[in-house]
């Protein structure tokens, strides 16, 4: 039964855009405007943009809440500028995976968190707990529902932006977030993205989206859905939530170690210093496919005829015309080079591991 | 409307009897369109031998994986190489140049277990 699936601010324009919808995570969003593969190609060599208003959008502010953030997340928060984002991670108390966000420093104490969607609550209960057993002088708001996300991406980015508002391009580097006046609404921009593009993420009160979005599509930006977007973060090596870690996962398992200050007090400092000095028996790693078949989530992976792990993500790269994916093996099968097959629905298939990310763009 | 010239099935093949009377076997543009960006066909070797409705092969879309079936028993005479070295063909001419495979030793009598053009218009009609 599909019922009460939360709608973004978009939805009527996707809909005049011939999107085709499906329910993701309790939200009814885009998979596909032209194509996929069309807008993959679109995003590498031009520009695309995706509704991400379904992401989990958390204020936290107040004289405690870098010290909240600091105890919840896995980055160091104190040397976070204002004007700055970072990648990071909301690790449980054993280590494992809860969810992985960007932790936006707006103001002396002013905070926001992008989290994913099928994690909000768990985000939201999270930092409420540690909120109320320890940093009372924090304050949380979501701002999911009045809120919208876009996010601009691919080389014509930049430009496209400038024609918007001037000079906001031009004044961040990656991971930098400012304050701009966008078409007359206040909107929070970032040089970030989940596509492995230069690009941004716009967050704006959620009547101002669609003539963002109408503008953007006007100026050339080609509509992209969620299957775009999940082929070109795995093009660009970056890990799903859900798909390829979870809370059964750990940060060295995932690969994320370098995301995890060792040297900080934390929710989950103790049990990640542990895993560290134990070691892990699986990595996830990247792979190819060597001979043709398409590798899916939940494949299994064979080496010496017994199965030894599980494809998380997998698919045909346009970018690259190869089959590509994701999975744990044991550490020693993680190394560049190591060839195990993937159980391709019932078809032994030949791999190889190989070091992530698959596609890199040419920097200037 | 549907070329009337073949009969389909409920999973979207359709076939088309020649003159000679082998068969060509294909998928609908209805069957392409909801499968998105086709990027991979796997489809049986010559001498194969198939039962009417049996699995004759896979077709996999950017998102999915699907089974085809074939329409009618025969025997493989000819896999469209073709098409396996260009999967996207099968978004561009469903109906013609991305047949699949070519059978013979096709009984006729088979064809009345599918559906005409206009049946398959109406089940259509029916899931829009």
Known sequence: MVTHLQRSPLHASHLAHGARMVPFAAWELPLQFAGIIAEVRAVRSASGLFDVSHMGRLGVRGPQAAGLLDWALTAPIPSLAVGRARYTLACSTDGGILDDAVVYRSGPEEYLLVCN???????WRWLLRWQTERFGDAALEDRTLDTAMVALQGPQAPALLERLASGVAGGLTSFGCAQAQVLGWPTVVSRTGYTGEDGFELILAAEGAPRLWERLVEMGAAPCGLGAR??????????????????????????????????????????????????????????????????????????????????????????????????????????????????VRGRLVEAQAVSLPFYSRRRK | MYPRDRKYTKEHEWVLLEADGDAVVGITSYAQEQLG????????????????????????????????????AGEVLEANARLVQHPELLNQDPHGAAWLVRLGGVDKADLENLLSAKAYDQLLARQA
């Open chain 1, 117 to 123: 969607a099928a994690n909000r609550d768990t985000v």
């Open chain 1, 230 to 343: 999940d082929l070109l973060r795995l093009e660009a090596g970056l890990l799903l939530h859900g798909a390829d870690m979870d809370s059964a996962a750990n940060p060295f398992e995932a690969g994320l170690e370098r995301f995890v200050a060792l040297d900080k007090e934390s929710a989950a400092s103790a049990a990640l210093r542990r895993i560290r000095q134990e070691g892990v028996r699986r990595k996830l790693t990247g792979f190819q496919m060597v001979e043709r078949g398409i590798p899916r989530h939940g494949y299994a992976i064979v080496h010496l005829g017994a199965a030894v792990g599980t494809v998380t993500s997998g698919g045909y790269s346009p970018t690259l015309d190869r089959s590509v994916g994701l999975g744990y093996v044991p550490v020693e099968l993680a190394q560049p080079g190591t060839r195990f097959a993937v159980d």
């Open chain 2, 37 to 72: 960006d086709i990027v991979f066909v796997d489809l049986p070797s010559p001498g194969t031998r198939l039962a009417q409705f049996q699995k004759l092969g896979e077709v996999e879309s950017v998102k999915a994986v699907s089974d085809l079936y074939s329409p009618v």
